[in-house]
């Protein structure tokens, strides 16, 4: 094989990845590798800044509104990933009968996700508006005044009321992706299970449900990369406030970048970001395959 | 075996509208207020419904902002900034998912898994650096230089997605686009492409979304107020006017319609596109 035209041909192949490839290099590698070199330096984005080490790494670590952004992701990953795919899952199984309408059901569900998070968050931060919202409005209507309450301004609960509009948003992505995965599955075998007299809640917990693996690994993985990323929804709705009770890695970044001018400082925090996102999809496929992400079968 | 008749089995589904309806109101009931919200004049403040939709409804906000605002010059940009970035990802990512899924590329594996490394980058920690490369390249505060990096962002499910598709073609229909003289690119544009129409209206949509929706490197990168993208105005009406809600509820309407109908139109494509290519 190690033909001049062995070789040709070699390169024209790779002529087809080169394009992106290029674009990888100065798009996405290096903001990584910038990232990581003004992580160690004291600097505000305008003068020179000073080598300071891992001193920001150690100021991190120090930090109480980081530990606050890691357990606040801690939070969100499950509390946002599961009703998700439940959800998602349960309409999905719904919407895969015979069903009239059901094209309509799917587009309608599915609309909130192709929506701006800066729309769905402006019109969530009316719904939730203590004073002028639609939650206040039947609070005084119906005399239920448990519902007129400061969702997003109290620190207790702004976190959790920004993880529903999140649910809100996604599910109908979950939805499409668990019918997409319900297509592939043969009929065959659900006859099968049915010959042999499970019912639909057996076939859907013991042949659906395991069959849908690979759905579920897409979705955990994209839901644990989406949630570390969560930013536009939060930046709309309480900014990480109040207090950095529902600050996030992105939000609590760009504001040291954009407010603070600690451009050191925020690239710490992206590095952390970037590690644990690339560390947590590297094991969920050393764990279960890569054959999720790759088509392969394992 | 189980001898229930189709009629019988039909009746049973049906019985499933009694959730999904329901359920399905629900979750529209966000954009029904945005809809009765933006509907709402400011001279007839009554509302019925708990204020989600308006007692004498007019399209007096729309006519409003598109006065206030050159609408369809940020609609323009908007879709300068979106039309190149989504072409470029197809086609660019397409040719990177034929040559992992059918070429002889060295490296193959660490190249897919470097490619698939911008999915997890989140827009806000590379803001400042992207600020920085496009400053470098002369496409700072230009639609461009937004545009393609929404594609070096968007590439990597594209090329997962398309090639996933690309793999599920027969070795035998590629041998006999070779057999037949078709060189790597012909084999291509004329075999693979086609096949994979599917997955591509996934990834249009996808990279519209991403494209159409983000705000954060249009905010930091556009600096002319001629050239910002229709997403920005929502924050920038919310800042100055927060006393014209129904405008502010008409701009997030306009802002939405286009990606809206886009999904419309895409949206019969997408299941069976994300089930060939999610497997």
Same mark, same amino acid.
């Given at each position: 094989?190690?033909?001049?035209?062995?070789?040709?041909?070699?390169?024209?192949?790779?002529?087809?990845?080169? /394009?992106?490839?290029?674009?990888?290099?100065?798009?996405?590698?290096?903001?990584?590798?910038?990232?990581?070199?003004?992580?160690?330096?004291?600097?505000?984005?305008?003068?020179?800044?000073?080598?300071?080490?891992?001193?920001?790494?150690?100021?991190?670590?120090?930090?109480?509104?980081?530990?606050?952004?890691?357990?606040?992701?801690?939070?969100?990953?499950?509390?946002?990933?599961?009703?998700?795919?439940?959800?998602?899952? $349960?309409?999905?199984?719904?919407?895969? *009968?015979?069903?009239?309408?059901? $094209?309509?059901?799917?587009?309608?569900?599915?609309?909130?996700?192709?929506?701006?998070?800066?729309?769905?968050?402006?019109?969530?931060?009316?719904?939730?508006? #203590?004073?002028?919202?639609?939650?206040?409005?039947?609070?005084? *209507?119906?005399?239920?005044?448990?519902?007129?309450?400061?969702?997003?301004?109290?620190?207790?609960?702004?976190?959790?009321?920004?993880?529903?509009?999140? @649910?809100?948003?996604?599910?109908?992505?979950?939805?499409?992706?668990?019918?997409? $995965?319900?297509?592939?599955?043969?009929?065959?075998?659900?006859?099968?299970?049915?010959?042999?007299?499970?019912?639909?809640?057996?076939?859907?917990?013991?042949?659906?449900?395991?069959?849908?693996?690979?759905?579920?690994?897409?979705?955990?993985?994209?839901?644990?990369?989406?949630?570390?990323?969560?930013?536009?929804?939060?930046?709309?709705?309480?900014?990480?406030?109040?207090?950095?009770?529902?600050?996030?890695?992105?939000?609590?970044?760009?504001?040291?970048?954009? *407010?603070?001018?600690?451009?050191?400082?925020?690239?710490?925090?992206?590095?952390?970001?970037?590690?644990?996102?690339?560390?947590?999809?590297?094991?969920?496929?050393?764990?279960?395959?890569? $054959?999720?992400?790759?088509?392969?079968?394992? | 075996?189980?001898?229930?008749?189709?009629?019988?089995?039909?009746?049973? &589904?049906?019985?499933?509208?009694?959730?999904?309806? /329901?359920?399905?109101?629900?979750?529209?009931? /966000?954009?029904?207020?945005?809809?009765?919200?933006?509907?709402?004049?400011?001279?007839?403040?009554?509302?019925?419904?708990?204020?989600?939709?308006?007692?004498?409804?007019?399209?007096?906000?729309? &006519?409003? &902002?598109?006065?206030?605002?050159?609408?369809?010059?940020?609609?323009?940009?908007?879709?300068?900034?979106?039309?190149?970035?989504?072409?470029?990802?197809?086609?660019?990512?397409?040719?990177?998912?034929?040559?992992?899924?059918?070429?002889?590329?060295?490296?193959?594996?660490? @190249?897919?898994?470097?490619?698939?490394?911008?999915?997890?980058?989140?827009?806000?920690?590379?803001?400042?650096?992207?600020?920085?490369?496009?400053?470098?390249?002369?496409?700072?505060?230009?639609?461009?230089?937004?545009?393609?990096?929404?594609?070096?962002?968007?590439?990597?499910?594209?090329?997962?997605?398309?090639?996933?598709?690309?793999?599920?073609?027969?070795?035998?229909?590629?041998?006999?686009?070779?057999?037949?003289?078709?060189?790597?690119?012909?084999?291509?544009?004329?075999?693979?492409?086609?096949?994979?129409?599917?997955?591509?209206?996934?990834?249009?949509?996808? *990279?519209?979304?991403?494209?159409?929706?983000?705000?954060?490197? #249009?905010?930091?990168?556009?600096?002319?107020?001629?050239?910002?993208?229709?997403?920005?105005?929502?924050?920038?009406?919310?800042?100055?006017?927060?006393?014209?809600?129904?405008?502010?509820?008409?701009?997030?309407?306009?802002?939405?319609?286009?990606?809206?109908?886009?999904?419309?139109?895409?949206?019969?494509?997408?299941?069976?596109?994300?089930?060939?290519?999610?497997?």
């Amino acid at each position: 094989m190690r033909h001049p035209l062995a070789r040709r041909d070699r390169l024209t192949s790779l002529a087809f990845v080169v /394009p992106a490839l290029i674009l990888f290099f100065v798009f996405v590698a290096y903001p990584i590798v910038y990232n990581f070199q003004a992580s160690t330096l004291d600097w505000d984005g305008a003068t020179a800044g000073t080598f300071v080490g891992l001193g920001n790494f150690v100021a991190l670590a120090h930090d109480p509104v980081f530990t606050k952004t890691l357990l606040n992701s801690a939070l969100w990953i499950p509390l946002t990933i599961v009703p998700q795919a439940l959800i998602g899952l $349960g309409l999905a199984l719904m919407l895969n *009968q015979p069903l009239r309408g059901r $094209g309509v059901y799917r587009a309608l569900l599915f609309l909130p996700t192709v929506l701006s998070p800066v729309v769905v968050g402006i019109v969530w931060a009316q719904i939730l508006d #203590p004073n002028s919202g639609t939650l206040a409005a039947i609070a005084e *209507q119906t005399g239920l005044t448990f519902l007129k309450f400061s969702y997003l301004g109290d620190p207790k609960t702004a976190i959790f009321a920004v993880m529903v509009v999140n @649910i809100w948003m996604y599910t109908g992505f979950s939805l499409l992706f668990y019918l997409a $995965g319900l297509q592939l599955i043969e009929p065959s075998l659900l006859e099968a299970a049915k010959l042999d007299g499970a019912n639909f809640w057996q076939r859907t917990t013991r042949v659906t449900f395991p069959l849908l693996r690979n759905t579920h690994l897409t979705l955990l993985l994209l839901g644990i990369i989406g949630s570390l990323k969560t930013f536009e929804l939060l930046y709309v709705l309480t900014s990480g406030g109040p207090y950095h009770a529902s600050e996030m890695l992105p939000t609590y970044a760009f504001k040291q970048a954009f *407010q603070l001018h600690s451009i050191g400082y925020a690239s710490a925090i992206s590095v952390a970001l970037l590690v644990i996102a690339i560390g947590s999809s590297l094991l969920m496929t050393r764990v279960f395959g890569a $054959g999720f992400i790759t088509g392969e079968e394992r | 075996m189980s001898g229930r008749r189709p009629a019988q089995l039909s009746r049973r &589904v049906n019985l499933l509208h009694l959730i999904l309806v /329901p359920v399905t109101v629900a979750w529209m009931l /966000p954009i029904v207020i945005v809809i009765g919200l933006s509907l709402k004049p400011t001279n007839d403040p009554g509302t019925i419904a708990f204020g989600m939709l308006p007692r004498s409804p007019s399209f007096a906000n729309y &006519v409003t &902002v598109f006065q206030q605002n050159p609408i369809p010059r940020y609609l323009f940009n908007s879709a300068l900034i979106a039309v190149p970035s989504v072409v470029l990802v197809v086609l660019l990512g397409s040719m990177a998912a034929f040559a992992l899924a059918r070429l002889r590329v060295p490296a193959k594996g660490w @190249i897919f898994g470097l490619l698939t490394l911008a999915l997890v980058l989140p827009m806000s920690s590379i803001v400042v650096a992207t600020f920085q490369v496009l400053q470098a390249l002369g496409l700072y505060n230009s639609t461009f230089g937004v545009s393609i990096v929404y594609t070096a962002l968007g590439l990597p499910f594209a090329i997962i997605l398309i090639r996933t598709s690309f793999m599920a073609v027969p070795q035998e229909t590629h041998d006999a686009a070779v057999v037949d003289g078709a060189n790597k690119w012909q084999t291509f544009w004329h075999v693979y492409l086609p096949l994979a129409r599917p997955a591509i209206a996934v990834v249009v949509v996808w *990279q519209l979304m991403l494209a159409w929706n983000d705000f954060l490197l #249009p905010l930091v990168s556009l600096v002319d107020k001629d050239i910002k993208p229709l997403t920005l105005i929502p924050l920038v009406y919310r800042g100055e006017h927060f006393t014209q809600v129904g405008a502010l509820f008409a701009i997030l309407i306009v802002v939405s319609v286009p990606i809206v109908a886009t999904f419309a139109i895409a949206q019969r494509s997408l299941v069976n596109g994300l089930a060939g290519a999610v497997k």
